[in-house]
């Protein structure tokens, strides 16, 4: 479990409080500049602000980043790939925090390689690839690293806007992914823009507004009330067969 108590970071996060727990996927909503990346960066041990994160118990101030890399895995925001490698080189580098290219990492990307797509990119230079096709090799890259038969002690996984340049199809086979881990087990957190989408794939949503929690729950508390007061855009709520759509007026 991950405990936020009171955290706050300058003026960009907080202050804030909540839980993540195993299990669980959560998605954080909120417009530019409302703090998920904040956030985020926190959860991953990269920021250090007022108030305490603990992940099973533990502070992750207390916690060196060489040894966090073995709980967690995090994929940041408009992350620069180096020059000159192939996509396997890339995976290849992904996995050395966790030992290196074995054969559950091997298995692991073959389980991962269909729902990314992944077979065409590994003999493609980085720089020659489109920015989606980039983000599939991210994302695969940062699975990897809290895969539970790869690495036991992975316990957490953070993503910063993973569906940024992904079309339908690999959106969609990202969101069941991130479903997946949660359901082995891991702390699932990530950070999107699609409100529909949120709602439809998250156990648990937190909707920031100007670093601050203006909704924390099941996908029920995102009301047209509410984003009309965080996002300024006035929607419609359609409830139809279970599914819950908000629609812009
Ligand atoms: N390194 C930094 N130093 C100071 N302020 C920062 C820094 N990075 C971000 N901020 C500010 O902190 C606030 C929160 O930014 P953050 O990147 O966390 O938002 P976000 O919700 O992830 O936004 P987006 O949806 O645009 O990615 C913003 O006002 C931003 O300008």
Known sequence: MLL???????????????????????????????GKSSLLGAMAGLYQGAGEITLQGERLS??????????R????????????????????LGAEPVGGVTEAVCLTLSKLAEP??????????????????QQRLLIASTLLQVDPS?????????????????????QLATLRLLR???ELGLTVVASIHD????????????????????AQGPPEVITPELIAQVFEVKVRLIEQEGYRLLLAE
């Open 4 to 34: 936020i108590e009171q955290f706050a970071l300058s003026n960009r996060v907080g202050p804030i409080s909540g839980k993540f727990s195993p299990g669980r996927l959560t998605l954080l909503i909120g417009p530019n500049g409302s």
């Open 195 to 214: 409100i529909n989408l949120a709602c439809q794939y998250a156990d648990d949503i937190w909707c920031l507004h100007q670093g601050i929690l203006a």
């Open 116 to 133: 990314l797509g992944l077979n065409s990119l590994y003999q493609r230079q980085l720089n020659t690839l489109s920015g989606g096709e």
């Open 62 to 71: 207390d916690v060196s980043t060489h040894e966090l890399a073995r709980y």
């Open 73 to 92: 895995a995090m994929l940041a925001q408009d992350t620069v790939l180096p020059h000159g490698l192939l996509g396997y080189e890339l995976l290849a």
């Open 150 to 170: 790869v690495n036991p002690e992975g316990k957490l996984l953070l993503l910063d806007e993973p569906l940024a340049g992904l079309d339908w199809h690999h």
């Open 180 to 182: 997946e881990y949660a």
